[in-house]
């Protein structure tokens, strides 16, 4: 397989989450697209992460992006044709008593959030117990997202990339990407197994190697790639409907977990591991999946009696200000990037692929983005 393919209006580099999407919402606006990937669609980041749908804590300019793919999420079985395991059963971030400045700041981001259409309920004492009985005696309080949930990461890239097909797009799998280049008005980008593609328009969703491809464009950024330390216990009945997490500045107690139909544990947060993009390899270190255990037990000390059936990693890509690389090219007409979103992305992943498809079909998107433009970082400028 070599040669020439026909060309499409727009090229999507990336089949994660970002990719699938915005390729199955370009079709839906009637642009031809062709999606590489260069494994297999939601493999990476999309398909390890811990399948978090939450909106709160986000930064309160993002909640707009936010707002737009909690609408998706909430039709996505029929949007995808598939059930993606999503449930709108609620998200709890919660703080120490020996961090109490924590509920301060819990305050104010519940009075700005509730400007950006997220409504949240403060919680302590009595009502926090009486609520979520489950919390150890060190929470102080808790900031309450009833209409937030979670989904199964391994589900929902494939469901985007399935939808895409059904409607029209294209997608090649274990295609990777060697060069990429604007040649006159189209961009022509070569692979591995000595194809090229060409397109009208190239949007870049690779994930932590995306630097890869915006630096032969002349804008490098400067992204680290880390792996999530996951793990999930054996199912016990179910009980817990929201997700849980911590507000806290120190890594270490940054634990959250969620339990899962079956009635499996899901963890995820504390401290992360080593990352390799160029291996494809990412690590799960034992002392981490220690740690988070021992904050488990704090957060809510039953589960920490469980056992750990099975761990894992992936390749998430963060950016020095936590904020990812979103919009267009600062340099090359045509050129638009999704990456880097820092390990926050599962949520907003369908907004962002909606706003991308409507940027580039309209040229214009009512969301803020501005935030996230490439030249923030001075060698991208």
């Known amino acids: 397989m070599s040669g020439h393919q026909p060309p499409s209006d727009v090229l999507v580099i990336g089949g994660g989450l970002m990719g699938t999407s915005a390729a199955l919402f370009l079709r839906q606006r009637g642009v031809s697209v062709t999606l590489l990937e260069s494994d297999l669609v939601g493999r990476q980041a999309s398909g390890t992460n811990f399948g978090n749908v939450r909106r709160q804590g986000r930064p309160i300019g993002q909640l707009p992006l936010a707002n737009r793919a909690i609408e998706i999420w909430r039709n996505a079985n029929a949007l995808l044709g598939s059930d993606v395991e999503y449930l709108q059963s609620g998200h709890i971030r919660v703080c120490y008593r020996e961090r109490p400045e924590m509920a301060d700041k819990m305050e104010a981001y519940a009075a700005e959030a509730r400007h950006a259409g997220l409504e949240l309920e403060l919680l302590s004492g009595n009502a926090l117990r009486a ?20 989904a199964n990461p391994r589900l929902v890239a494939p469901a985007f990339a399935r939808a895409a097909i059904r409607a029209g797009a294209v997608v090649h799998e274990n295609t990777k990407v060697t060069a990429a280049a604007k040649v006159g008005d189209d961009f022509e980008v070569a692979t591995a197994d000595g194809r090229t593609f060409r397109a009208t328009v190239l949007l870049v969703t690779a994930g932590a190697w995306g630097p890869l491809l915006s630096a032969q464009f002349g804008e490098p950024v400067p992204l680290v790639a880390r792996g999530p330390n996951m793990s999930v216990t054996e199912p016990v009945p179910y009980a817990i409907a929201p997700a849980v997490g911590v507000m806290t500045p120190v890594e270490e107690e940054t634990v959250y977990f969620r339990q899962v139909a079956r009635g499996n544990i899901v963890l995820g947060g504390s401290t992360r591991g080593p990352a390799y993009p160029d291996l494809v390899r990412s690590y799960v270190l034992p002392q981490n999946t220690l740690s988070q255990l021992r904050q488990l037990r704090r957060l809510a000390p039953a589960l920490g009696k469980l056992n750990i059936i099975r761990v894992w990693s992936g390749i998430e890509g963060y950016l020095p200000d936590s904020l ?13 990037y999704a990456f880097g979103f820092s390990g926050s992305g599962f949520q907003i992943g369908p907004g962002v692929g909606a706003t991308m498809a409507e940027l580039i079909a309209t040229g214009s998107t009512a969301i803020p983005i501005d935030a996230y433009r490439v030249d923030r970082f001075p060698a991208a400028a």
Do not use: I, T
């Open 131 to 150: 609520r979520f009985p489950f919390l150890g005696p060190e929470v102080m309080a808790g900031s309450y997202s009833a209409l937030d949930g979670h």
């Open 324 to 336: 990812p690389v979103m919009g267009p090219s600062a340099r090359v007409s045509g050129l638009y």
